[in-house]
C-alpha cells in the first residue's frame, strides 16, 4: 500500500554530515507523523527525530544540536541533516509514517528499509 525508500547513508568521517531522504509512494491519501530512527546490532531501535504534517518537531534530547528533520509535503518525502558526525552515531536509520491510505478506513505506519550510516574515527 505505502513504499518508504532511504537514501543517502553511506561512510563519512567523524566531524563530517550526510543528508537522508525518504520519499513515500504508493496509495496515499494523506501522510501525518513522519521520523527517522537508528538501530545498531543488539540494542533496540531508538527515535532519532520525527516532524508532523504541520512541522512539529521533537528529537531525541542527545541529537537535536546537530540532526534536523524537515519534510517536503507535496512530495511526501522527510529529510534529515545530521551534521559533527560522531563514530557513535553509526548505526541503519530506518524512514517511518503514518500514513493515510486511500484504501483503508484508519491510518497505518509504514517503515523503510533501512540506510547504513557510518562514521570513521
Known amino acids: 500500500q505505502v513504499q518508504l525508500v532511504e537514501s543517502g547513508g553511506g561512510l563519512v568521517q567523524a566531524g563530517g554530515s550526510l543528508r537522508l531522504s525518504c520519499a513515500a509512494s504508493?496509495?496515499?491519501?494523506?501522510?501525518?507523523?513522519m521520523g527517522w530512527y537508528r538501530q545498531t546490532p543488539g540494542k533496540q531501535r531508538e527515535l532519532v527525530a520525527r516532524?508532523?504534517?504541520?512541522?512539529?518537531?521533537n528529537y531525541a534530547d542527545s541529537l537535536k544540536d546537530r540532526f534536523t528533520i524537515s519534510r517536503d509535503n507535496a512530495k511526501n518525502t522527510v529529510y534529515l541533516q545530521m551534521n559533527s558526525l560522531r563514530p557513535e552515531d553509526t548505526a541503519v536509520y530506518y524512514c517511518?509514517?503514518?500514513?493515510?491510505?486511500?484504501?483503508?478506513?484508519?491510518?497505518?505506519?509504514?517503515w523503510g528499509q533501512g540506510t547504513q550510516v557510518t562514521v570513521s574515527s
Open positions: 517511518a509514517a503514518t500514513v493515510r491510505v486511500s484504501t483503508l478506513p484508519t491510518p497505518v505506519d509504514a
Open positions: 504508493g496509495s496515499i491519501f494523506s501522510i501525518y507523523t
Open positions: 516532524i508532523s504534517s504541520g512541522g512539529s518537531t
